[in-house]
Nanobody, 126 residues
Framework: QVQLVESGGGLVQAGDSLRLSCAAS????????MGWFRQAPGKEREFVAA????????YYVDSVKGRFSISRDNAKKTVYLQMNSLKAEDTAIYYC???????????????????WGQGTPVTVSS
């Protein structure tokens, strides 16, 4: 079982940046593909970004392409989500997720992920 702990959320103004972190307890973190999802009030949880277990392949939802960047540091067992040019519509609780991954594959479906963090809130004021 992998435990995930997100941090870095907060209240910012439109146009600002934030970097979210997700620390994992997995012994072999490098075996896991990672993803970020978000859930706004009254809405379903949606995919934001994903990174493969190896090769560093990434994938983003269209609404964040060019503004958000996902990365990982396997030595620190941490995945990051750099969020730039934040908009009010980015306001949500952001969740980190993990799944034992096939080499090079990214996962966008939330039902593929087997482990979830508790979430960190991001509020963007306009």
């Amino acid at each position: 079982q992998v435990q995930l702990v997100e941090s870095g959320g907060g209240l910012v103004q439109a146009g600002d940046s934030l970097r979210l972190s997700c620390a994992a307890s997995a012994r072999t973190f490098s075996d896991y593909a990672m993803g970020w999802f978000r859930q706004a009030p009254g809405k379903e949880r949606e995919f934001v970004a994903a990174i493969s277990s190896t090769n560093g392949n990434t994938y983003y939802v269209d609404s964040v392409k060019g503004r958000f960047s996902i990365s990982r540091d396997n030595a620190k067992k941490t995945v990051y989500l750099q969020m730039n040019s934040l908009k009010a519509e980015d306001t949500a609780i952001y969740y980190c997720a993990a799944v034992p991954g096939i080499r090079g594959r990214v996962y966008t479906e939330k039902n593929k992920y087997t482990n979830w963090g508790q979430g960190t809130p991001v509020t963007v004021s306009s």
